[in-house]
């Protein structure tokens, strides 16, 4: 397949975005290594953007890079889903208490219209439609916050949680409790009161961890046990 670049979508941005795909649907398991040749092979691109697309996945927590060894997809980790959540809540708890005096009408608005699709989301169970719905909503009140530098650590941190939020889609059962912890959280907002919208937020994010730490316990003993078999 060749690169189609349209726009402002660069050959890398493309590069990236479809190694990032196969290893959240699978096709690139975990450990797999990363051959550039073939990549460049795959994707009808050069060395360059290929190399840069490797290291813009690694900062997201994608890939390892190995000096004389190369690239290879990350492993899932306990330790890291853990330290990954610990900075989230913090961080997320502070932006929306920042964010709430500053609402706008049409945020507010927005967030109501978000709120009403991710309700649909999880009547029929279109749990990869309610990840993306939860992240706007999280996002049309971060960015409230009027703190830049803060919205941009939360997002590098959402990215680098991606992996691990993909295992959503095996709870269920967490999907109208995160519903609920989410029109709480508008509620607060449309009352004004930014500590405990903060609190919800943190809530909110604690909550999903607590979810998502059983599931990848159980997927690591799985394939620990695949490779000893």
Same mark, same amino acid.
């Given at each position: 397949?060749?690169?189609?670049? &349209?726009?402002?979508?660069?050959v890398t941005d493309y590069v990236t975005r479809s190694i990032?795909?196969?290893?959240?649907?699978?096709?690139?398991?975990?450990?797999?290594?990363?051959?550039?040749?073939?990549?460049?092979?795959?994707?009808?691109?050069?060395? #360059?953007?290929?190399?840069?697309?490797?290291?813009?996945?690694?900062?997201?927590?994608?890939?390892?890079?190995?000096?004389?060894?190369?690239?290879?997809?990350?492993?899932?980790?306990?330790?890291?889903?853990?330290?990954?959540?610990?900075?989230?809540?913090?961080?997320?708890?502070?932006?929306?208490?920042?964010?709430?005096?500053?609402?706008?009408?049409?945020?507010?608005?927005?967030?109501?219209?978000?709120?009403?699709?991710?309700?649909?989301?999880?009547?029929?169970?279109?749990?990869?439609?309610?990840?993306?719905? &939860?992240?706007?909503?999280?996002?049309?009140?971060?960015?409230?916050?009027?703190?830049?530098?803060?919205?941009?650590? #939360?997002?590098?941190?959402?990215?680098?949680?991606?992996?691990?939020?993909?295992?959503?889609?095996?709870?269920?059962?967490?999907?109208?409790?995160?519903?609920?912890?989410?029109?709480? #959280?508008?509620?607060?907002?449309?009352?004004?009161?930014?500590?405990?919208?903060?609190?919800?937020?943190? &809530? &909110?994010?604690?909550?999903?961890?607590?979810?998502?730490?059983?599931?990848?316990?159980?997927?690591?003993?799985?394939?620990?046990?695949?490779?000893?078999?």
């Amino acid at each position: 397949m060749k690169a189609k670049v &349209n726009g402002p979508v660069t050959v890398t941005d493309y590069v990236t975005r479809s190694i990032r795909e196969r290893i959240l649907s699978g096709t690139y398991p975990p450990g797999t290594k990363l051959d550039q040749h073939m990549l460049v092979e795959e994707f009808g691109a050069s060395l #360059i953007p290929v190399r840069e697309s490797l290291r813009q996945l690694e900062a997201q927590g994608f890939v390892r890079l190995y000096p004389h060894k190369g690239a290879y997809v990350a492993e899932l980790s306990l330790a890291e889903v853990k330290e990954i959540y610990f900075v989230r809540e913090l961080l997320e708890a502070a932006a929306a208490r920042l964010a709430v005096p500053r609402l706008s009408t049409e945020d507010k608005e927005r967030l109501a219209h978000c709120l009403a699709r991710m309700e649909s989301a999880t009547a029929s169970g279109d749990y990869a439609r309610l990840l993306e719905l &939860n992240r706007d909503f999280h996002f049309i009140i971060y960015e409230a916050s009027g703190n830049q530098l803060l919205v941009e650590l #939360i997002r590098s941190l959402w990215d680098r949680s991606s992996r691990y939020r993909h295992l959503y889609t095996y709870l269920p059962d967490r999907a109208p409790r995160a519903l609920a912890e989410h029109k709480r #959280i508008y509620r607060l907002c449309l009352s004004g009161d930014a500590e405990a919208a903060g609190r919800a937020v943190g &809530n &909110n994010v604690r909550q999903t961890v607590r979810g998502l730490i059983p599931v990848l316990r159980a997927r690591l003993v799985g394939a620990d046990a695949v490779q000893s078999s």
